[in-house]
């Protein structure tokens, strides 16, 4: 029996401990359990947050090992390798698949029920991987998606129109990467149509404008590793925002990393698109209404994610003394 207000986090790096941080703040989980290869790194992390949390709600943080996620109800996998120098992208998630086989043939031992939440890049293709690696349902294996994109999408609109980001309503769809896509075509601010918005407002909203602002949201990460090395403040209120949708139960509409069976013409690949999300993770996606270049585009992006699994499978195939050879990785 699993418990939903116990949550685990594999791979505590600069991503995994700010979703750490994130999570015990929220009021969310009652304990937090933080694993990780570099056992003093957990240790430290938990020691940190611990020390603030008489300014927050009471949580129990603490560095743990596998055996210790057996009762969570929901487990953030935020563990993967950093890119080498020279080392291609299909190497690098050669590796990562090494790593995450061996992630989920631990955490598989000890606890069959949780929500399983990848977090680790390329999320995409991870969670597919997590999902087949697992054996679990597919609505308890979903990945954070374009969730985070999403929400950098409504920042700047809501900058540019001048309205609150909450109030804006538009997705970014498809891989959680350079094949993503903005659906414009539904985008409206508080049920107002976008250009109708525009009108009412006196704001020109000139095509080229639209396409800038998609291209400095599917560029921001490269934008902010240039400026600060890494990214992870958004990704880690992006996880909790996925988590008060599992824990409460809220029945939220959010764009995370779902297995896709027939929705926009696509099936058995995963890929961030509108899903409902509850206490049993991804319990439904749904099918917006898209225009027809925004359809194919999505389809595209799909391809591109199907491509890069069966490269990997090859990659296996052909180098699989090497690639299930012992690594030294790092979290991240």
Known sequence: MTNIQKCGVIGVGFVGATCAYTLAVSGLFSDLVLVDMNRDKAIGEAADINHGVAFSKPCRVMAGDYADLAECGLIIIAAGANQKPGESRLELLGRNKSILSSVIAQLTAVNREAILLVVSNPVDVLTCLAQQLSGFPAGRVLGSGTVLDT???KYLLGQRLGVDSRNVHAFIIGEHGDSELA???S???SGADLDDYCRIAGITKPADELSRIYEHVRDAAYQIIDSKGATYYGIGMAVR??????VRNEHSVLPVTSMIY???GVDGICLGVPTIVGRNGAEAV???PLSEEELAQLQRSANTMREMIDKLDGYHKRDRANALSPVLYAYF
């Open 151 to 153: 929400a950098r999408l």
């Open 183 to 185: 659906v414009w075509s």
């Open 187 to 189: 985008a409206n601010i």
């Open 241 to 246: 925002r996925i988590a008060e949708a599992i």
């Open 262 to 264: 027939g929705h926009y």
């Open 286 to 288: 749904l099918d917006i």
